[in-house]
């Protein structure tokens, strides 16, 4: 896979992470830049770690669906976009006792923006990519992004972060059909 499509694959993850750094940003108003830092490097940590531990796993199981991996990867990052998609479009309220400085609250929003890197982690098994350079790519893109919607946030508003989710969730679909036709055809 080359350097392009893994960086589509970060920006496509990292909407997630930008919906819900624009909600930091809108939080905290007077963030300072080491707290942002903290905040983003946690978010990226996790990010670039779901990816290996969904990569571990499927390089486990590999062997067993050798035959219909390019329809799994398909379908885990269609699946995944859709999902994205879906919550970007739905009206659920914010948690208004949201504080991103808050240790547990940190880790909780790192783990829940990451759940969708494992998946595509599991399929990067399936496609035989470079681990290390995909989840470098991914944490720096996540980082850099996180970093950018705290500013948003602070900056700009809310309504931004809802149409970011759905480009994120359209650019994994489009990566799951790259990789579907490059295999059948």
Partial sequence: MDFITILLIAVGLSFDTFAVSITTGLTIKHIKFWQGVKIAFTLAFFQALMP?????FG???????SNYDHWIAFGLLALLGLKMVYESLSNEKENSNFNPLDPLILVGMAIATSIDAL???ISFAFINMNIYWSILIIGV?????SMIGM???KKIGGKLGKRMEIIGGLILIGIGL????SHLL
């Fill in 151 to 153: 500013l948003f946030g």
């Fill in 119 to 121: 998946v595509v982690g």
């Fill in 178 to 181: 790259k990789i579907l036709f």
């Fill in 52 to 56: 290996l531990l969904g990569w571990i």
């Fill in 59 to 65: 390089k486990q199981i590999e062997s067993l669906i």
């Fill in 141 to 145: 893109v996540t980082f850099i992004v």
